[in-house]
Structure formats: C-alpha cells, structure tokens
C-alpha cells in the first residue's frame, strides 16, 4: 500500500501545513481576516511551477522592494497540497495570497464574484504537465480502464484533473467530460511519484508537473507520457498562478505592489540564471533531485519564465461550457486584477 512508501516525518510535513490551513475554515460568505500593512501569508505547492517563489524566498525580494518604498514587510511561507486546499486556506483567510492552478482560480472567481472577489495575482509562468503512465497498454485518454489510478493534486479541482476533463470532452464531447474522474484520487506530487517510480502500489498513473513527471520518466522504464497539457490547451500556457482578494489588494496596496515587482525580479532572474536558480529550487525544497535533471528541467524550451499569464482563456470557455463555473468570463482581464505588469497577458 501506499503508506509504505511514507516516512512518518514525509507524512507530517504534509500534512502538518494542511491541517493548520484546514482548522480556521470559515464558509464561503464568512469575511477575510485583515491585518495591517506590511505583512504577507503566501501558500505554495510542489514542484518548479513555484521556483519564482523559491526565489523570492531566498533572496527576500518581497522585503527588498518593501524597503523601497520605506516598508518592512513580514512574509510568511507555507507549503500546502492541491487547489482545494489553497482555495479553503484562501477563504478562511489562513494566507493572503493562494498558488495553485488556473482551475482553483477560475473555480474561486466564479463563486466569489460579487463578495471577496478573488482574482489573480500574477502567474508563475509556462510549464508543460505531463500526464504520465506505467500501464503499457495505455497509449492515449482512451485506453484508460476500470484498475487504472491517476494521482492529482486535487480531484476535480486542480488544474491537472481540469484539462484532464478537457481532453475527456474532446475525446467523447462535453457530456462526458468527467468520465475519468472515477479513476482519478489526490495526493501530494512528491508521493505520486515515489508511488509510480517503485510500482507497488495501485497507483500506475500521475498527472504531475515538473521536475516530479520528469524523474518518473527516468527513473521508471515502463513511464510514457500519455497527455501533454500543451497539446490539450493549443499551446504554452500559464497552468500554476497566484491569486488573492480584492480585499487584501485594496487595504495592502505596497505590500501588494512590493510582492508583484519581486515576482518580476524572480522571472528575470530563473530566465538569466539557470544554473543560480537550480541552486535556490534545491536550497529552498531541500531537494536532492538529480542536478543535471533539474537543469533539463529548467533550460527546456517549452518553460518559460514569466509572469504575465498567458493562454489562459480556453480554459476558462470549458468550464463555464461544461457548467464547472456559472459566470462566463468576457477575457482574462475579469479573473486577472488589472495591473500594468500583466498587461500583455492573454
């Protein structure tokens, strides 16, 4: 089973994070908690999708640019697992600023609108997400059956388990998108891929990002990629971004702006120091990924290193078609908060 594969300590770092997020819920209509300027609660995931954060982290560029315009910002970490979380956590107000994929944003937008008004922040750039498979008699979507198991981060919610039920509605039309939502469950990347890598659990599928689809590609021989998230969404696209309320953005106006321009410095500095930026993902993660893989990872043409979101729409369109969310979004522009520095985002 798959606990075998867990350490207790791997289990409480999890989990520990989780369960302080989860224990403040508040409902949906319960109002945010507010502190005063100069202060950030940021929540991360897993994976190279959050490196602009790794980097802001460790070189305290939020703090950087805080004292910039004459402020000493607190800024807070925590690592979390899946969009539902980071949306509760979001919505208890346990943190300011939420990462997770563009389907939580558009998920939280959509229930929010016309209250908290959650929006994005920023996204954390492109990134290819591979849904990757053990099973050698699955080649596409379709060859999927009733024992195959695919971890997500989160089950109908996350970005991953959201363009998973695109490619459904292109395979078998939009009355079956979710048809392989059965066969899908959550848990955290880093434990997804321990479990496909060693093969002795359940799970033979995992719809991940990078590094973690990367280190399933070679460190199991029987690993093939099924699914690129790229050729479901008609191209590069932004899959992990940031968001946060309108309230917050409105009562933290330089802590806010402070945050934006250190992400921005992030991307300039991963785009120009792949070497430098492979030093702080480790550092930061405290991860002994293959140096040489992470670098690969990094440098590989398709990952792009921005933050103005990007490709975002066609999403949007197929989740309001589908009923995933009742409010159709005109542009990116009504679930992005109108800010200079995403001007050029689409």
Do not use: C
Not at 148 to 153: E, G, T, V, Y
């Amino acid at each position: 089973m798959l606990h075998t594969l867990l350490s207790g300590a791997r289990a409480r770092r999890i989990l520990t994070p989780l369960l302080a997020a989860i224990t403040g819920l508040t409902t949906l209509a319960a109002p945010s908690l507010s502190h005063a300027e100069g202060r950030i609660r940021i929540a991360e995931q897993f994976g190279i999708v959050y490196l602009l954060l790794n980097i802001a982290q460790d070189q305290k560029l939020v703090e950087k640019h805080g004292k910039a315009q004459g402020l000493d910002i607190q800024v807070e970490w925590t690592k979390l697992s899946g969009g539902a979380s980071a949306n509760d956590a979001l919505l208890s107000g346990a943190i300011d600023v939420a990462g997770a994929g563009v389907g939580p944003l558009l998920t939280l937008w959509d229930r929010t609108l016309g209250r908290q008004n959650v929006r994005g922040v920023a996204s954390l750039g492109n990134f290819p997400y591979y849904l990757v498979s053990t099973n050698p008699n699955v080649r596409t979507i379709a060859d999927f059956g009733d024992k195959d198991r695919i971890a997500l981060p989160a089950v109908g919610v996350s970005v991953q388990a959201r363009i998973l039920q695109m490619a459904a509605a292109k395979q078998w039309g939009d009355k079956e998108f979710n048809r392989l939502d059965r066969l899908t469950l959550a848990l955290p990347h880093p434990d997804a891929t321990a479990a496909l890598i060693a093969g002795k659990t359940e799970i033979n599928g995992h719809f991940g990002n990078p590094p973690f689809q990367d280190q399933e590609l070679a460190q199991n021989p029987n690993a093939r990629i099924v699914l690129n998230s790229y050729d479901v969404l008609g191209g590069p696209a932004s899959a992990t971004v940031l968001y946060a309320t309108e309230k917050f953005r409105k009562e933290n106006p330089k802590t806010y702006g402070a945050f934006v321009a250190a992400l921005a410095e992030a991307a300039r500095f991963a785009a120009g120091n792949p070497e430098g930026a492979a030093d702080i993902y480790q550092r930061v993660n405290k991860s002994n990924i293959d140096r040489a893989l992470l670098l690969k990872v990094i440098r590989n043409p398709q990952v792009q290193f921005k933050i103005q979101p990007e490709n975002t729409q066609g999403l949007a369109q197929f989740l309001h078609r589908v009923g995933a969310i009742k409010n159709q979004p005109r542009s990116w522009r009504d679930y992005f908060f109108d800010d200079a520095a995403l001007a050029d985002g689409s």
